[in-house]
């Protein structure tokens, strides 16, 4: 089972440590290694919110996510994404821009870093939206009660999360201003280019997101119909537009998660640039992290550890409302990304140790209800 899901990340693995080896000696081979650990300590809040997605797809769509989605994701997010903004940052056609960053790298790294600020509150706002629509979403299962219930009774409110997280955007831009005007006016275009991106950030997460739901109700609506009345479904041909919805939604539902791993991206490549400023590096290094994910992603599918472990899901959305805030604080401030990859590992595992504490105690409680129930019977 192991070997099954994480074979193709062993595979990768092994062929882009191999191939950092030829490309730059065993340097290159340690600060590959070290890009992998970094991006798989960055990103496994994104495996546990995949899991919980991924699930709800069929095992067609689980092999899509696992071979396109890591095309996407690797060569896409990792590769050709820094050149994309540099390429619109500096006003250059893609040839140039893969110049650039092949042979100026210390210019190319420059471009990208004067880009963060766009990136951060595009990423920033996409994830934050995820935060607010778990926390003030009302759940039969609650992890930290004492934030959770009161949140749940403010999410009644139509459209809180939106304003919150455009209370957030001006907060970002206009200190973003308020820096540009201090120091001379020199950056002042920035406070705009959060604004303008923040709210595509937005946009981004309500098309996508809404529809993915929208197809996801309307899914869920035709199994409830197909359960109560199925041999008349089968007599008209119900099952086969059932079939074709399950298509439409698995694939909005396989673009949200595109979107939302591109955006859980964002902090490791910027960190990555802390590293090297080699974009072949970079590509291998996050590349190798990127399959693991998508592996574990899988594997927390498949051995149905979302169900047994039910506070994992909270602490992966926990971790996303603090990357969000994290990436929206360093459009103006620079955070170590250690810091980063700490606060989610440390939610995780507060919300798995929460898990292994509930289950423990379930046991417990239905033990001790069987020993009542053969005394009581006189066993």
Partial sequence: MLLKTFGWSFAVTAIGLVAAVFYGGWQAFGIVAIL?????????DNAVVNAGILKKMNAFWQKIFLTVGVLIAVF?????????????????????????ALN?????????????????AFGGMFLLMIFLDFI??????????????????????????????????LVASFTVATHAHQHGGGHADKAQTVLIAGIAGLITYMIVGGLSGYFEDKLEEEEERESEAEEEAARSGKPRSAVLLAGQAAFF???????????????????????????VLMALGLGIGAMYVRSLTVYLVRQGTLDDYVYLEHGAHYAIGALAVILMVTIRYEIN??????????????????????????????????????????V
Wanted: aromatic share 10%; hydrophobic share 55%.
């Fill in 36 to 44: 992998s650990i970094l991006e798989i300590s960055l990103s496994f």
């Fill in 76 to 100: 896409g997010m990792r590769l050709v994404f820094p050149v994309v903004i540099v390429a619109v940052t500096a006003k250059l056609n893609p040839i140039d821009a893969v110049n650039l």
């Fill in 104 to 120: 100026n790298k210390d210019r190319y790294q420059e471009l990208v870093t004067d880009a963060h600020p766009a990136i951060a």
């Fill in 136 to 169: 003030f979403e009302d759940r039969d299962i609650q992890w930290l009660r004492w934030i959770e219930r009161p949140l749940a009774k403010l999410g009644k409110v139509d459209m809180l999360s939106v304003c919150i997280a455009l209370i957030v955007l």
């Fill in 253 to 279: 539902m396989f673009l949200y998660l595109e979107v939302l791993d591109a955006s859980f991206s964002f902090d490791g490549v910027i960190g990555a640039f802390a590293i090297t400023n080699d974009i």
């Fill in 337 to 378: 990304e250690v810091i980063t990859g700490l606060v989610g590992v440390v939610l995780i595992a507060w919300s798995f140790w929460s898990s292994v504490r509930r289950n423990r105690a379930l046991a417990a409680e239905e033990n001790g209800s069987d020993t009542k129930a053969e005394v009581s019977s006189g």
